[in-house]
Nanobody
């Protein structure tokens, strides 16, 4: 049973960088063919996929966020992180880390996923962008 836990500051000022960490337990982030995503939900809106890092370290991002988002990992700590640069109040949301099982051929990711697209979720962390 994979368990995920988000951590990071709950308040970020506009133009600064949002940094979140997801700590994984119950399995290794290098286990084939797991894909580790960041997903957010702005107030009153649906889920929005931000990007993922694969079991092998490959990253992919939503096109509209690609210029501002970086996902990285620390395999020694079994963690992966999100950095989102130049935040604005529109980046205010509950941020989740989530895990999805893929296949040797890859993984299908939707940019507005239903919750059951993923196998495991963290509990989510509120991030507010405000001065």
């Amino acid at each position: 049973q994979v368990q995920l836990q988000e951590s990071g500051p709950g308040l970020v000022k506009p133009s600064q960088t949002l940094s979140l960490t997801c700590t994984v337990s119950g399995d290794s982030i290098t286990t084939p063919y797991y894909y580790w995503s960041w997903v957010r939900q702005p107030p009153g809106k649906g889920l929005e996929w931000i990007g993922y890092i694969s079991f092998s370290g490959v990253t992919r991002y939503k096109s509209s966020l690609q210029s501002r988002a970086i996902i990285s990992r620390d395999t020694s700590k079994n963690q992966f992180t999100l950095q989102l640069r130049s935040v604005t109040p529109e980046d205010t949301a509950v941020y989740y880390c989530a895990q999805k099982q893929g296949a040797p051929g890859g993984v299908i990711i939707t940019t507005t996923p239903p919750r059951d697209e993923y196998d495991s979720w963290g509990q989510g962390t509120q991030v507010t962008v405000s001065s």
